[in-house]
């Protein structure tokens, strides 16, 4: 298995822009989440799924942000409109179940200018 | 909420010198997880600490989980500079979810 697989790994995009962040997670693993890191806030829970279903998004920042599982190989992260605080490293993390350890992607590092 | 820090945030030492990174939960744990995250990198899972004073060792490296599980410890005997990176610990919160603690980023001087 290739493991979690994250794109773009690099995004620069202006402010206003939407910015839609993709993740692959490993085949078999149930359990889905989206982190955010900052100098500032370290690594921060944004949302995550199990079984494709949102189970907890209370770390979505706002409204601006969405997140989506439309099937088990296939999860996004969305912003609009962007704003230069979203800079940052965003992760996609995979389980296989409870108390099992998570499978990190690469990351997309965003700038938003 | 459920807090878990860690302390400290940063420290150098020199190649060859000791290393402990203390992990704290505001609640008590499950479980506690660590992981390393090499600069410009993600984080990688080292070792999951389920049972009250549980002590692990990989090599090098020695972890505890607290009497209480409500804390944990990572020591490096001996740093090399592979090991630089930021070490977090994790534990589980709520239905299911890890919260990460704030970090300790190593630093080793050759």
């Known amino acids: 298995d290739a493991g979690v697989i994250q794109s773009p790994r690099h995004e620069v995009t202006e402010m206003g822009q939407e910015v839609t962040l993709r993740c692959k997670p490993i085949s078999g693993h149930d359990y889905l989440f989206w982190y955010r890191q900052t100098m500032m806030r370290g690594l921060e829970l944004l949302i995550y799924f199990n079984n494709n279903v949102p189970i907890d998004d209370s770390g979505m920042p706002e409204d601006r942000f969405s997140a989506k599982m439309p099937n088990a190989s296939f999860s996004t992260l969305k912003i609009q409109p962007s704003e230069p605080r979203d800079s940052a490293v965003y992760f996609c993390?995979?389980?296989?179940?409870?108390?099992?350890?998570?499978?990190f992607g690469q990351g997309t590092r965003l700038t938003v200018v | 909420g459920q807090q878990v820090m860690q302390i400290p945030q940063y420290q150098h030492v020199q190649e060859g010198e000791d290393f402990t990174t203390y992990c704290n939960s505001s609640?008590?744990?499950?479980?506690i997880q660590w992981y390393k995250q090499r600069p410009g990198g993600h984080p990688v899972f080292l070792i999951q600490l389920v049972k009250s004073g549980e002590v692990k060792k990989q090599k090098r490296l020695t972890f505890q989980f607290g009497e209480a599980k409500k804390n944990s410890s990572l020591h490096i005997t001996a740093t090399q500079t592979t090991d630089v990176g930021t070490y977090f610990c994790a534990g589980p919160s709520g239905t299911y979810k890890y919260i990460f603690g704030t970090g300790t980023r190593l630093k080793v001087l050759a």
């Open positions: 993390a995979t389980y296989r179940g409870m108390n099992t350890e998570a499978f």
């Open positions: 609640t008590t744990l499950s479980n």
